[in-house]
């Protein structure tokens, strides 16, 4: 499996190459991890395999101190020995929409691929029109992978992708940087949607303020929040422990979340596979 992370070094295509932290690399490897799973074993199950990555970036990236440039989740969602039927990508930065349509002209074969430069928040009519047509005997089966760079995320987008289509949907909570970071104006400021959107529930500061809860409760809080706007949606409910906390490489600084969402056993399987097999830290921690 450790060859399906694809996170070879490559050569400078010309195309826009934003730079990443060290710890980014740690998010595509399990990113990329999944996706080889659920390819391989999805292919004989499921007709149509739909892959949508929203705040997609470019599909490259220069790895800050090393100066490496390697694939990140965009590019790396076309990787698998059996890739997508259909890939969507939506991000609001017009270098990024460029630079991953170059990057994905020059692949060796063809994709069915629609390319959205919106917010991840207005962009739902557009992702629709572009998801295939399902009935019975000609399933559709998707992934969702949303990668934002900060807390607002409209929890709107996934109740209304998940609600339509069988989508597992992997998720990075921004609950070290953003949130821990702007946690004060956040619950001081009635007028501030940011927590109450990403967690579904507009009454949160009086649950917070009743509990009394402290700042060291805070990103359990948010997780326990989140699992229960997913579990309403029918999905399966997570353990605290099935969250895949990603920190500062070799600083004991907790930066995000990766959490994932499925409907099915056979989802939650494959996420379990993944953390065993993608970091070697989580094993040691279970
Ligand atoms: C963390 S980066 C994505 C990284 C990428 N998924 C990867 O694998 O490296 C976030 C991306 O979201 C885009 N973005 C930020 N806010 C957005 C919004 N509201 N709607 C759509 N895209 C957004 C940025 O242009 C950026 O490319």
Known sequence: ????????????DGFFTPSIKQHSVEKIRVH???????????????????????YSGPGRACIEGTGEIIETTAMSAFRPRFPFT????????????????GRIAVLPDQHDVTLIKADVSDAVPQIIEA????????????????????????????????SRYKMDFLILLMLGRDVRTNFRQYLE????????????????????????????????????????????????TGRPSDAHPVRVMGKNVFLYSLVFYSKSDLGKQFWDATRKGADPQIKLDL
């Open 1 to 12: 499996m450790a060859d399906e992370t694809y996170l070879g070094s490559l050569e400078d």
């Open 32 to 54: 990329n991890y999944y996706l080889a799973l659920f390819t391989t074993s999805m292919k004989a199950h499921w007709p149509q395999r739909a892959y949508l990555g929203l």
């Open 86 to 101: 259909k890939y969507i990508f939506v991000d609001n930065d017009p270098r990024c929409v460029e630079a991953l349509a």
């Open 131 to 162: 998801m295939p047509e399902f009935r019975p005997g000609h399933g559709l089966l998707s992934f969702c992978f949303i990668d934002p760079f900060s807390a607002p995320l409209d929890f709107e987008v996934i109740r209304t992708l998940g």
């Open 189 to 236: 400021d009635p007028a501030d949607t940011r927590i109450a959107s990403l967690i579904d529930d507009p009454d949160w500061r009086e649950e917070w303020r009743e509990r009394g809860l402290r700042s060291r409760d805070l990103v359990q809080f948010i997780l326990g929040k989140f699992d229960a706007a997913m579990t309403r949606l029918g999905y399966k």
